[in-house]
């Protein structure tokens, strides 16, 4: 049973940074794609960014570009999301997602219907 799971959010000040991490179980490889998405308090959920499975190919939504990283240990089946200069509008609840059975060392997608599987979220609050 493919599992995943967020760790690493709480409540930071603005300018502040944190780590998330999301810990896969139950998969065969590590032939899939993560993405890592958020969904504020009366908003839609929206993607923030994504990394193929190698690691090769990183796309992230224009807010958080140039502020977040995204990167993968496959060796521990784990994507991690590094967030710096943190702002109060990111406050949301942090989820990651997995496409399973990816190919192409470039693939990615921002859309969240695409995703197999999702964590079970980890809020991330920025005061001002």
């Known amino acids: 049973q493919v599992q995943l799971a967020e760790s690493g959010g709480g409540l930071v000040q603005a300018g502040g940074s944190l780590r998330l991490s999301c810990a896969a179980s139950?998969?065969?490889?590590?032939?899939?794609?993560v993405g890592w998405f958020r969904q504020a308090p009366g908003k839609e959920r929206e993607f923030v960014a994504v990394?193929?499975?190698?690691?090769?190919?990183?796309y992230y939504e224009a807010s958080v570009k140039g502020r977040f990283t995204i990167s993968r240990d496959n060796a521990k089946n784990t994507v991690y999301l590094q967030m710096n200069s943190l702002k109060p509008e990111d406050t949301a609840v942090y989820y990651c997602a997995a496409v399973l059975g990816v190919s192409a060392s470039y693939y990615y997608t921002r859309r969240g219907s695409d995703y197999d599987y999702w964590g079970q979220g980890t809020q991330v609050t920025v005061s001002s």
């Open positions: 139950g998969l065969a490889s590590s032939s899939y794609a």
């Open positions: 990394i193929s499975w190698t690691g090769s190919t990183t």
